[in-house]
């Protein structure tokens, strides 16, 4: 298991970037796409993201906690004028140490390559049972900038 994100962008690099740049050795680092490198909320989570293709991949990590994978996919066309490329990913989040805490959060918005920010707005689902799903489920909004 990876357990930083330095190992995870190392790992992303060393696999499909190898394999990426086997296919046609002109291709440099920047086959990740716009929005690869690392990211912070304003809440202090950090978001290392790659894409390749449509495909976004990469981890998140609440502030405090340990890195999980989070896989999703983006908009990989050139933007159109200052509009923003739309994006999607989730984060499944066990528990060890509870398993009544597990859940999975799942994020949509915006890459806005010229502010350097991601805007979305989340769904955090929680496990339950059937008779408590209408509070399973908490929406919230996120701001991510580009920190490196």
């Given at each position: 298991?990876?357990?930083?994100?330095?190992?995870?962008?190392?790992?992303?690099?060393?696999?499909?970037?190898?394999?990426?740049?086997?296919?046609?050795?002109?291709?440099?680092?920047?086959?990740?796409?716009?929005?690869?490198?690392?990211?912070?909320?304003?809440?202090?989570?950090?978001?290392?993201?790659?894409?390749?293709?449509?495909?976004?991949?990469?981890?998140?990590t609440?502030?405090g906690?340990?890195?999980?994978r989070?896989?999703?996919?983006?908009?990989?066309?050139?933007?159109?004028?200052d509009?923003?490329?739309?994006?999607?990913?989730?984060v499944y989040?066990?528990s060890?140490?509870?398993?009544?805490?597990?859940?999975?959060?799942?994020?949509?918005?915006?890459?806005?390559?010229?502010?350097?920010?991601?805007?979305?707005?989340?769904?955090?689902?929680?496990?339950?049972?059937?008779?408590?799903?209408?509070?399973?489920v908490?929406?919230?909004?996120?701001?991510?900038?580009?920190?490196?």
């Amino acid at each position: 298991m990876i357990e930083n994100l330095d190992k995870i962008e190392q790992y992303i690099d060393n696999t499909i970037g190898t394999a990426i740049r086997s296919y046609n050795p002109m291709i440099k680092s920047d086959i990740f796409g716009p929005i690869y490198g690392h990211w912070e909320s304003e809440a202090g989570s950090k978001l290392f993201l790659a894409s390749q293709g449509s495909i976004l991949h990469g981890s998140f990590t609440r502030e405090g906690g340990r890195p999980r994978r989070l896989l999703g996919t983006i908009d990989n066309h050139q933007p159109i004028k200052d509009k923003g490329l739309a994006l999607s990913f989730s984060v499944y989040w066990p528990s060890n140490n509870d398993p009544e805490y597990r859940s999975v959060t799942s994020y949509t918005g915006q890459f806005h390559p010229t502010e350097n920010k991601i805007t979305t707005i989340f769904l955090l689902a929680n496990e339950t049972i059937p008779s408590k799903d209408y509070a399973s489920v908490f929406v919230g909004n996120d701001v991510f900038t580009r920190i490196k």
